[in-house]
């Protein structure tokens, strides 16, 4: 059975639906099923070959492309399950022979060394022949989770703090559940902190949950600890926290609000376009952006709710809340492994916004950004796009124009939109010179425009001064002279 017939089968499902109602049928394939799945597991070739058509083919994730039977077969070692647990199995009866097969599907284990652990939905097609039933095709797609998926937002985890030390230095290990499971209510519930703090002859164990990320995207950079289980929810290492002794009074957990603690972790949160971000800003004007708001103390807290929450909070004098919606990708990291949080007295949390200097990235990198914001620039210029353009400007932005005239971001912007003539912007002899938290650029720009029917080249010597500004590059001034035409 070639893999076009195997299509044309799935497609007969969605138009017809079973072709017989033969239940003894469909429990005699779901037993091969399983049985299949069982020798897989143990790695019997023998008894999985007499399971299988001789054109068989699959498809993983992890294979790295359509294996045969043969090649299967010949990888068979490679596998390392521990557990390989389907979910409800649905067999779809396409004709007297051929049934389609599907079911989620959890896995535990490795493949070549490499893990394949996480939930997986499966396809498959069975075909009766000589009255046996066998697999010709199988396929697992990964059901993404929210942290390989990249979508963080929303998502609900929970975390356990494992202290240890003297009651002079205090450290914490963060254990988290994100990218393993959506923290239960259940078994979060029922988890027991002092029977875990026994366990672990710990000095205390702290539950830190259910919370939800605020953050869009979430990198980090060192690599996390093994799965571990506290009453069978899993979770990771992630962080260690450094805990001020005053906050393990009587060995239990006091948490005093818009004081700082250190993390120690190498994070990068991006908060997305379009999106909404939430602040506390001290009155130096340090900003702390929130990464997660909790249910620990108002189980009713939405992201909807976070809008009016500066309304509840009790600030510290000249504090304050802030909402902004970004107009560009804004990337937050730690500080050289630390992160430095705060909570409010809901207990939602909030990362200091440290300014990302130079010296902590690669002067090759910083040159090489910058060179993709002007391609970037020229490209929205050419497509007119206002909203791309202004994501790469400073908001006190200033124009110097071929004529001498000043504009302001919001003028710019209205000009260039407005521009109907430009057809092409070509960027050319590019330097970039870094100078602390601010760059140049200078170069050859050459416009190409059609003016009353006619193409007419323009050509201009540019410099772009762009300053970090909440993480990101942006340009704060430009300035073009007019070279004198080609002869």
Known sequence: ????????????????????????????????????????????????????????LAITPYYGGPQNITEQLEHLADHRLTEYAMGKVKVTLLAKDVALVSYPLTLKGTYKGETVSGKYYVGAVWVRRNTKWLEAFYQESPVENAQK?????????GEIFVVDGSSNQLEARVYNTTGLNDCPAGKWKALDPEGIKKELKALAVILNGPRYWIMDKAGLQDKPGPVVSFGGLEMRQIATLKVPAGDLLGGRPRRTPYSEQVVMRNTEYTYAAGNKVYELVSPDGTAYVMQSYSHEVDDTLTEESLSSLGNRLKLPRNWKYRLRKLDADWVVRSTEGKAHVIQDEFQNTYQRVDPVTPARQDAESIKKLLLKV????????????????????????????PDGSLLNKEQYLEARVKDQELESSTLEQMQVRVYGPTATVTGLQTNQRKRKGEKVTERYRYVDVFILQDGAWKCISTQVTPLPAKK
Request: a neutral charge; hydrophobic letters at 45%; zero cysteines.
């Open 374 to 401: 002007e391609r970037d620039w020229a490209t929205a210029l050419e497509k007119r796009d206002g909203k791309a353009i202004a994501a790469l400007l400073a908001n006190d932005f200033i124009s110097v124009e």
């Open 149 to 157: 998926g990249g979508r963080f937002r929303r998502v609900r985890y």
């Open 1 to 56: 059975m070639n893999l076009k017939v195997l299509v044309a089968l799935a497609g007969a499902l969605l138009i017809g639906g079973n072709a017989a109602g033969d239940n003894a049928t469909v429990e005699e394939v779901e037993n091969a099923v399983r049985t299949l799945n069982e020798l897989f597991v143990k790695r019997d070739a023998d008894g999985i070959r007499r399971l299988m058509t001789a054109e068989h």
